[in-house]
């Protein structure tokens, strides 16, 4: 069978047709399988392509095709392809990219054009267009394998599509004490099974830092596939869906072949509804982008997508660690653009999965510089093993690996045969944990979780740009594992560490108020405690509460510390001036305030910026 060479990104590939399927576009939704020779329908969309097998007896393919081809119930028939040695589809969607030599002109440009009977779709900078086949033009493959010999152009790339993969391990609000990435006990609520306490991702601590659940002005957008969008815990959360396949709101729902999307978004937006399990943002709003894709025009569209519709965080569990499949220049653009310019400028925050091949390097996709490349820890605070190691690695978080992660099923997911019949279907142990949910992981789960934490930092800075989240990320991770794993501050196996939310969310928060209450410029003489300073000093009653910032020898410091407390929190100081190993000391505290909780309230703003502190009783200051 022939061979065919084309471009695809930075690779290569060789193309093999495929045997036994082939691509059809049906006129209407109407059109019967049966009504144009299909035996199989294997893929409802592909490129926006159904891909089939046909009824062709003892016919080849080829001229099997060639009659559908003719049928009136038949827009388009296209050959699916196979890269040599490899049992995954490709379609093309007929769309070819051209760039164009420099000095060539538009007339040069539609001679070629012309020579190929192709169609001009769009005109792009640097010397780019994008054109595709109508019914007089050859095979798009022969196409550009033939325009990329003509000297006039530099390159010329069929877009394909393919499936990717979609990083999840399936093994298989009162579940709240199961969702053990969250906040880790150290077991599992409802069996014997010992987990290592506090190796979580700390979004309870973050959630009781900021005193609320996240804002529900932050919208998350998962692409994916597989969204149950009439799931208890997402329904109500939904904004903007919108689904690639059919260039619609409708998202497809009920293919059992595909179902991860719904874990997938739960583990980050699942609402707090007093009912089933909650994401790590529960007040996030929820914008589902259905269709994963390999094709150029669907990868700019569904970034496109997103960002025209005001997502501010685009969470991705699904890439490829193929080599032949890796993103070139075009889709790197697609997903820098959304990085670089959504939110209005200052970015969308993207992230994408690592991958689950237990590779020495991340899914194609992950190594992108402008995205949150998310590997998988443990319940034990351990590397999962499944997940790719690489040095663009960002970050870990919790997933499976010892014991999963709980999250949202699909109503029409069938589950795994793995471990058995029956729950254990759904569940590791075979218990089942209530009908809309299941055991879940991979760096699928991982994933979502991050996105999460980063619209809680944005709930509480929304000014913070996406290169600015990444850093808070890395700054603020738990570097778990032994110490050797790391060179300068990174692991291949865990990034910069195991994400810590309320260290995150602090960090956001300490930023938000040093942006809105820059601390005074302390001169010179008061940092020495010279100079004039005005004094109302009155007798304080040792009654009601404080927050006590630290103990000072010096009255210089005592001074600074005055200044900064008042203009920073806006609340007034007292000192305690008392003696300690026969110096006089200073204890410098906020308030007073009259109840515990009024100073807890402006305890929680001073550890946000960093600064030790606690709550006292001023009783004890006496």
Not at 388 to 417: C, F, H, M, Q, Y
Not at 434 to 441: E, I, L, R, V
Not at 459 to 486: C, Q, R
Request: glycine share 8%.
């Amino acid at each position: 069978m022939a061979k065919l060479i084309v471009k695809s990104g930075k690779n290569e590939l060789v193309l093999k047709k495929s045997r036994t399927l082939v691509g059809i576009k049906p006129k209407s939704k109407s059109v019967k399988a049966s009504d144009v020779g299909v035996k199989a329908e294997v893929l409802s969309h592909l490129g926006g392509f159904k891909v089939v097998t046909l009824d062709r007896g003892r016919g080849s393919v080829d001229k099997k095709l060639d009659e559908v081809r003719t049928k009136k119930e038949v827009a388009v028939g296209t050959h699916v392809y196979h890269v040599e040695g490899s049992k995954r589809p490709l379609v093309p969607t007929g769309e070819i990219y051209i760039i164009f030599e420099d000095g060539c002109n538009a007339e040069e440009k539609q001679i070629v054009l012309d020579e190929y009977a192709l169609a001009l779709v769009e005109t792009r900078p640097n010397n780019t267009i994008i054109a595709k086949v109508t019914v007089n033009s050859p095979n798009p493959l022969k196409v550009a394998q033939s325009l990329s010999k003509i000297s006039m152009v530099k390159v010329a790339e069929p877009d394909l599509d393919t499936l990717l993969d979609e990083y999840a391990v399936t093994i298989g609000d009162p579940l709240l004490k199961h969702a053990w990435h969250l906040k880790n006990p150290g077991f599992v609520a409802d069996i014997e099974y010992r987990l290592k306490k506090d190796a979580d991702s700390k979004v309870v601590d973050a959630w009781n830092r900021m005193g609320n659940i996240g804002s529900n002005k932050i919208v998350v957008a998962v692409i994916d596939n597989g969204f149950d969008l009439t799931h208890p815990d997402l329904s109500q959360k939904i904004f903007k869906p919108y689904d690639l396949w059919n260039q619609s709101a409708e998202i497809i729902q009920g293919d059992p072949r595909f179902t991860h999307g719904t874990p997938c978004a739960s583990v980050a937006v699942a609402g707090a509804d007093g009912e089933g399990m909650v994401g790590s943002a529960p007040n996030a709003k929820f914008m589902p982008i259905s269709g994963t894709s390999f094709s150029i025009r669907a990868t700019e569209e569904m970034f496109e997508t997103a960002v025209k519709n005001g997502a501010d965080i685009i969470s991705c569990s699904w890439g490829t660690t193929d080599p032949s499949f890796a993103p070139g220049p075009l889709k790197e653009a697609a997903i820098a653009k959304a990085a670089r310019e959504g939110r209005n400028g200052k970015g969308c925050v993207i992230l994408y999965a690592a991958g689950n091949d237990d590779l020495d390097y991340l899914s194609y996709y992950a190594t992108h510089p402008d995205v949150i490349a998310v590997g998988a820890s443990t319940s034990q605070d351990e590397h999962a093993s499944y997940s790719n190691r690489g040095r663009e690695l960002t970050i870990v978080a919790p997933s499976n690996g010892d014991w999963p992660i709980l999250a949202a099923k699909a109503n029409w997911d069938e589950g795994t045969s793995l471990r058995g019949p029956g729950a254990f279907r759904y569940w590791a142990d075979g218990k089942s944990r209530g009908a809309n949910y299941k055991h879940f992981g991979g760096t699928s789960s991982s994933t979502p979780l991050v996105a999460g934490i980063c619209a809680l930092m944005l709930s509480e800075n929304p000014d913070l740009s996406a290169k600015e989240v990444k850093d808070i990320l890395i700054k603020t991770a738990d570097k778990i594992g032994s110490p050797s794993a790391y060179v300068n501050g990174h692991s291949v196996k865990y990034g910069y560490g195991r994400v810590n939310a309320d260290k995150a969310v602090a960090e956001a928060i300490r930023r938000r108020d040093a942006k809105n209450n820059p601390k005074p410029v302390i001169e010179e003489n008061v940092a020495k405690g010279r100079g004039l300073f005005k004094f109302t000093v009155e007798r304080q009653p040792s009654s009601g509460y404080g927050v006590q910032i630290g103990v000072f020898a010096e009255y210089g410091n005592v001074l600074i510390a005055a200044e900064q407390l008042q203009s920073e929190f806006d609340s007034p100081t007292v000192v305690n001036i008392n003696e300690l190993r026969g110096k006089t000391v200073y204890k410098v505290v906020i308030g007073p305030f009259a109840t515990k909780s009024a100073a807890t309230k402006v305890w929680k703003k001073v550890i946000a910026s960093g600064r030790d502190a606690f709550v006292t009783n001023l009783k004890n200051l006496k």
